[in-house]
Nanobody, 115 residues
Framework: QVQLVESGGGLVQAGGSLRLSCAASGILFRISTMSWFRQAPGKQREVVATITGGGSASYADSVKGRFTISRDNAKNTVYLQMDSLKPEDTAVYYC?????????WGQGTQVTVSS
């Protein structure tokens, strides 16, 4: 069965950094395009970054230049390095397939950025 487990969130001050991890199992990870999503209170879920199996990355305009998505196929893990964090980045962060095709969003990992 598919499992996607996020970790690495926390509380940081504006300008700080966090590195999120998404550990995947039950899929052919090396050929799977993966995305990071986030959902802030009162807002819709949005995609923030996507990476193909070959390592091609794309980003939402709101995070471009500050966030970096990467993957380690040997570890079945995708990462989101978040630098220069802003209060507006506060949200629950999730990993999923593009379009959120995996139905179980799980708990995600909370990122809180204080001003």
């Amino acid at each position: 069965q598919v499992q996607l487990v996020e970790s690495g969130g926390g509380l940081v001050q504006a300008g700080g950094s966090l590195r999120l991890s998404c550990a995947a199992s039950g899929i052919l990870f090396r050929i799977s395009t993966m995305s990071w999503f986030r959902q802030a209170p009162g807002k819709q879920r949005e995609v923030v970054a996507t990476i193909t199996g070959g390592g091609s990355a794309s980003y939402a305009d709101s995070v471009k230049g500050r966030f970096t998505i990467s993957r380690d196929n040997a570890k079945n893990t995708v990462y989101l390095q978040m630098d220069s964090l802003k209060p507006e980045d506060t949200a629950v962060y999730y990993c999923n397939f593009p379009g959120g095709r995996y139905a179980d969003w799980g708990q995600g990992t909370q990122v809180t950025v204080s001003s």
